[in-house]
C-alpha cells in the first residue's frame, strides 16, 4: 500500500515518538517501503541592512552550514537504529521553512504518506506559535497521519 513514508524530525524525543508507528506500518505492507527521515531547517533571519556587511553573510552561511551538519548527523544516527531493524531508509534535510518545506518534498519526491509528531498545543501558545504538523495537514497531497507526542 505505501512505498515511500516521509518522517519530518525537529531533533527532539517527543519528535521520535512517531517511529514505532511508522515500524509497524512498513512491517504491514506487503511491498517494501522506503522511510525518509527528513528535517527542516531554516535559514538565519536577515536584516535589511546585511547586504553592506560581508561579514555578516559569511556568518549566516556558516551558521546554516553547521546546523545542516548537526541535522544530518542526527538524522543519520536514527537512520541506523532502523536500518539496524533491516528497514531501507534515507535521510535529507530541506532548507527553508519547515511546512511549506516538508510539503513541497513530499509532493517533489512521490511520497505516499507522511508520519508526524504533534505537540498538542492548544490555545494561545498554539495560536502564537503555529504548527507545523497541523499546516502539512492541510497543504500535503497525500495521507498525514499525526501521532499526539507525551510529554
Known amino acids: 500500500m505505501y512505498h515511500k513514508i516521509m518522517v519530518p524530525l525537529d531533533g527532539s524525543q517527543l519528535a521520535e515518538c512517531v517511529l514505532p508507528h511508522v515500524r509497524t ?3 504491514g505492507c506487503s511491498d517494501p517501503v522506503s522511510i525518509v527521515l527528513l528535517r ?5 533571519l536577515q536584516h535589511a541592512d546585511d547586504y553592506t ?28 537504529r532502523l536500518r ?14 519547515a511546512a511549506e518545506s516538508l510539503s513541497d518534498f513530499a509532493e517533489q519526491n512521490e511520497v505516499d504518506l507522511i508520519v508526524i509528531a504533534t505537540h498538542g498545543r492548544s490555545g494561545i501558545s498554539r495560536w502564537v506559535r503555529g504548527s507545523v504538523a497541523d499546516r502539512i ?11 499526539r507526542a507525551t510529554q
Open 40 to 44: 527542516a531547517i531554516e535559514p538565519p
Open 84 to 97: 539496524g531493524e533491516g528497514m531501507s531508509v534515507e535521510t535529507q534535510v530541506v532548507i527553508g521553512k
Open 53 to 80: 556587511f560581508t561579514g555578516d553573510q559569511q556568518q549566516r552561511e556558516k551558521e546554516l552550514s553547521d546546523r545542516k551538519a548537526a541535522s544530518d548527523d542526527y538524522l543519520n544516527q536514527v537512520a541506523q
Open 137 to 147: 495537514l492541510q497543504s500535503a497531497h497525500v495521507p498525514v497521519m499525526m501521532v
Open 25 to 27: 506500518i512498513a512491517r
